[in-house]
């Protein structure tokens, strides 16, 4: 019978410590419907330290079941995700945590899964055990869990990860993906698809890729390479090569290079096809232009080559992703509203 434990702590979401706890509650309202146990198959508490209540991210005092002690092997330990407050207080909170990085070490060693999403994953990192294996993060802070993690394999555009038994997902989707992996693996595909059904949890949403954006790539202070990214934005229709831009900025072509990668992780040109996929993305959102006429005001000519490396990107092609994602098809479902 699956244990679930909730990993309660001041500053965590509200909704974490209740969304997998609510999924499990239907899987097993299905499983008894199949004419199983009339209790359920899994099992659920939420356990702090020191048994003490906690304070979520919104103000909400919430009491628990128990101590992290109390604990069984072989359960299912679910960190819920942070608020993030910023960097600076953020690691702060990391840094607090002591105890119960300890204390999820020790569950690993005794058999435990540990399911993270979201800033969890980041408190799943602290703990040493993803170090060497691949995992996930929410999109939009991909690049503070790279520079923080460097020794852990980041797939940012994945929504959940699974390494023996280390969970990693995302922003808030994951949460559900990661109780229907643990529903199909203790209940069987069946009932995780009635579950799915029931909550409306769209299981083919298994990347993050067309949400991941260059926002985190503008924050830095190398006036050598905020010159450039400026240069490239000024200049996304002429195509700008490596040379030019070196030239304009009156360095070499290696030295742009070297400090590109040193500031944002990617060279000048991935960098240049990044804004080009992005500024088509916001073109793609919000306005109706012709795929045609897009690409021409993001630099190229070819849609063929252009929709390839789009897909490659984003995990979708341009039509599909403005028709996820267009701002104006969310206009009219609002005024039919």
């Known amino acids: 019978m699956p244990n679930i434990v ?187 698809a009635q579950t799915a059904k029931t909550l409306l949890v769209d299981t083919n949403l298994t990347q993050q890729a067309p949400y991941l954006t260059l926002q985190s790539q503008q924050q830095h202070n190398d006036p050598l390479v905020s010159a450039a990214q400026l240069a490239l934005q000024k200049n996304l229709q002429d195509s700008l090569s490596l040379e030019q831009l070196a030239e304009q900025l009156g360095v070499s072509s290696r030295t742009l290079i070297r400090r590109f990668k040193q500031v944002l992780g990617v060279t000048p040109t991935s960098y240049s096809q990044n804004l080009r996929i992005e500024t088509a993305k916001r073109l793609l959102e919000t306005t109706g232009l012709p795929i045609e006429e897009l690409i021409l005001q993001v630099g190229y000519e070819d849609v063929s080559s252009f929709s390839r490396l789009f897909q490659r990107k984003t995990g979708m092609t341009p039509r599909a992703y403005r028709q996820k994602f267009s701002v104006t098809d969310f206009q009219r479902f609002s005024a039919a509203e």
């Open 6 to 192: 909730t990993l309660a702590y001041d500053h965590c979401y509200a909704s974490s410590l209740a969304c997998h706890q609510d999924l499990y509650f239907i899987a097993n309202a299905h499983w008894r419907d199949q004419g199983h146990s009339k209790e359920g198959l899994f099992r659920w508490r939420t356990l702090s330290k020191h048994a003490a209540p906690v304070v979520t991210a919104t103000g909400l005092r919430v009491m628990v079941d128990g101590d992290l002690e109390d604990l069984k092997p072989g359960s299912i330990i679910i960190i819920p995700g942070m608020n993030y407050p910023g960097s600076r207080l953020f690691s702060q909170r990391l840094a607090s945590m002591e105890i119960e990085l300890a204390w999820l070490r020790r569950q690993y060693q005794r058999g435990c899964i540990v399911c993270s999403h979201c800033t969890g994953s980041f408190i799943l990192a602290e703990t040493g055990l993803l170090d060497g294996r691949t995992a996930t993060t929410s999109w939009w802070l991909a690049d503070q869990f790279a520079q923080r993690y460097p020794k852990i394999h980041l797939k940012a555009d994945q929504l959940v990860l699974r390494e023996e038994a280390c969970i990693t997902g995302g922003a808030s989707t994951a949460e559900q993906l990661t109780a229907l992996m643990m529903v199909e693996e203790y209940m069987g595909p069946g009932i995780a």
